[in-house]
């Protein structure tokens, strides 16, 4: 297995560590600044004979390097700067994002594309539009970071195991958000018999302020541990074909009522990409909440 990383910033350096100390694939870092893909692959070699991995890592500038990799994890881009505007942003990254996905789409064109880029959706709805990708082949990060903080947050509450902790994240990455309280359980039990609903608000609420307040405390740069390590468990569900029930942003084609945009939806990851988009039972209010994410997200896809 082959996997290629594009951009060797905070995500992909730690993501690429990831991959290869699991023995899980080989790995190509490449990014624009050239050096700080070879440095950091030349510093991750280094480290093989102590943490026994197998594998080897590639840094680069060059899409050749990439041919035949069966996962693209795009990390490329920058982030919000003060002063700057969404629409802004947009532009810088989703121009960013255009050329990545053609490089990668000449260099291997049967990848499985996974985008990291913020603003998310709209970064994974330009990387479906460009690489012309089937839908199961194009698909976005965000959801299992969304869910794993729920996940954090309930667990440290209630003072139990994340293991006895189920939910899942669907909806915008962002302020529209939804955390599926219907399908939200503790140890086998519907959340909303164990915590109030003042209580369950707060603990969403904290959820969507969890990338702020990590880069608030960072000073400079955001989250990067959760967001690698949530690739990463996409990854293995792809490579091995694990197909567990997790939430990623993908091309809706009428799922949920939803069509012409990429949004995070309850899907199953396999080697073929997301083999599945899982028809959840959701409450009215959770549906209605995703139509609101879906219009928020169509609006900024309007301005492309
Ligand atoms: P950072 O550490 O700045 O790394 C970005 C890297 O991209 C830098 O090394 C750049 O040189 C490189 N780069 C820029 N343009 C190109 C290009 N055209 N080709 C190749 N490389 C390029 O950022 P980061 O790693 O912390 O974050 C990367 C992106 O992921 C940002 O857009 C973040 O907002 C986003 N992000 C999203 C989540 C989600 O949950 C969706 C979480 C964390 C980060």
Redesign the pocket.
Known sequence: MKISI???????ATLAKMVIESDTADVVL????KN?ALGKALDLSHAAPLVGQTKRILGTDNYKDTAGSHIAVI?????RQPGMSRADLIKK?GG?VR??VNNIKSSSPDAIIIV???P?DVMTYIAYKESSFERNRVM???GV?DSSRFTYLIAKKLNVEYKEIETIILGQ?GPLMVPVISHTKVSGRPINEVLSSEEIDLLIRDVMESGGEIVNLLGK????YA?SASCFTMIKNIINDEKNLLSACVYAEGDYGLSGLCIGLPVRLGKKGCVEVAKLRLDKDELDSLKKAAESIKELLSGL
């Open positions: 594009i951009g060797a910033g905070n995500v992909g490449l990014d624009v600044v700080v990390t490329a881009g920058f982030p990254n960013i050329d990545v990291v880029t913020n998310l976005g990060m965000a970071l990455h740069g955001s989250a990067y967001p």
